[in-house]
């Protein structure tokens, strides 16, 4: 069927953190990594079917759930994987925390890669352990590692855990395989865990593919944990369901384990219909996203560099937030963001809270109606002319 994602969904006083945050009525809300749009029609009847049923008690995790998510891996991803590797929680970020303090010790350190979404610190920081920043360079379009302080960071006795984030949030960069090899040798040669975070991993566009870390190699697989979730490719956030691929049996049960004493380890009794009925019959709808999702994309950059040559669109293989450089403005994101919000009426991230190499970027979720999407920019525009 034809999905129409030019449709505009009233999100508001649904208790959305998205639409209903702001006390002002007029924000136009642009930051937060959800979409504003349908989810599609098989997600919907089976979510409708067990709400018919009237009883919501507590629930086994059925073997249709598990076979959903290992076809759903090998279809797309050519990644075959066994249920037995499969751990469920309830999110991505408390299987990231789960992993920070199953492999660490208070006082220990993890190696994150800057600018990268901010929970990584909270799941760092809430288990007693530091960070450690290898920071991503910017070339003035994308971003390269340098391997060279990748892997001095790495040889310290102290990191036990790189926690990579692939496709990166927020530079929207699928990283390729010769890339996450380097990576993936180092923390052989050194005994760091790789934890990966793939949530963005089928929000990738057509020039790109989505390559899973643990896919790669024997070695790879036995050292990482690989942390994933319906919620951002069919916009189920507020499910609640996410997965843990882990091979090795022995991180498998460290990672049991962690889960168990945190009670994160029971997805929401909706969650699970939600992606059985996602990964088994959400294909469609998915295609038809990405296509959008590509066209809002051409379209921000087209505006931008008609109207706006100031700021500099870096353009993503992945996700649908969208990572701008602003520095020619002059000042900083933190200002502009607040310029945004208080003169444009506009709310989106500031670059800065990804860390230090966020300063002067921006990040704008273009996951909306071509109509919210070309309002958005009208207000930004309507800031940024006021520095000119």
Not at 235 to 243: D, E, I, R, Y
Request: hydrophobic share 40%.
């Amino acid at each position: 069927m034809k999905y129409n994602f030019d449709e505009v969904i009233n999100r508001k006083n649904t208790n959305c953190v998205k639409w209903d945050s702001d006390l002002e009525s007029d924000i136009l809300p642009m930051w937060i990594a959800d979409m504003d749009f349908k989810v599609a029609d098989p997600i919907i009847k089976a979510l409708e079917d067990r709400v018919k049923h009237g009883v919501f008690g507590y629930a086994d995790i059925p073997e249709a759930y598990y076979k959903a998510e290992i076809k759903w891996w090998e279809k797309r991803h050519n990644f075959r994987i066994k249920k037995e590797w499969i751990e469920v929680t309830t999110g991505v970020i408390p299987a990231l925390s789960a992993a920070v303090q199953a492999f660490t010790e208070p006082g220990d350190k993890v190696l994150i890669q800057s600018p990268v979404y901010n929970y990584f610190n909270t799941s760092i920081t809430n288990n007693k352990c530091s960070i450690v920043l290898n920071e991503l360079n910017y070339n003035g379009r994308s971003y390269e590692i340098d391997f060279e302080d990748f892997e001095k960071k790495a040889s310290d006795p102290k990191v036990k855990i790189f926690i990579l984030c692939n496709p990166h949030n927020p530079i929207g960069i699928a990283w390729r395989k010769d890339t996450l090899e380097r990576l993936g040798e180092i923390c052989l040669r050194h005994n760091v865990v790789v934890v990966v975070d793939e949530i963005h991993r089928d929000l990738v566009y057509k020039e790109r593919t989505h390559m899973p870390f643990a896919s790669i190699s024997k070695g790879f697989l036995m050292n990482s944990i690989t942390c994933t979730a319906p919620s951002k490719t069919f916009n189920l956030a507020g499910l609640k369901t996410s997965n843990i691929i882990v091979a090795n049996e022995e991180y498998r049960k460290k990672i049991n384990r962690s889960l168990n004493i945190n009670e994160t380890i029971e997805p929401n009794i909706f969650g699970i219909e939600g992606l059985i009925a996602a990964y088994n019959y959400g294909e469609e709808w998915l295609s038809q996203l990405l296509e959008y999702l590509e066209g809002n994309l051409n379209f921000l950059i087209s505006f931008i560099d008609s109207k706006l040559p100031g700021l500099k669109v870096v353009k993503p293989s992945a996700t649908y937030l969208i990572w701008i450089d602003c520095r020619k403005l002059g000042i900083s994101s933190k200002e502009f963001c607040y310029r945004l919000l208080h003169d444009g009426k506009l709310r989106i991230s500031d670059g800065s809270i990804y860390g230090k190499g966020g300063e002067g970027f921006i990040r704008i979720n273009i996951a909306c109606s071509r109509t919210i999407l070309e309002e958005g920019l009208n207000r930004l525009a309507k800031v940024v002319n006021l520095f000119n």
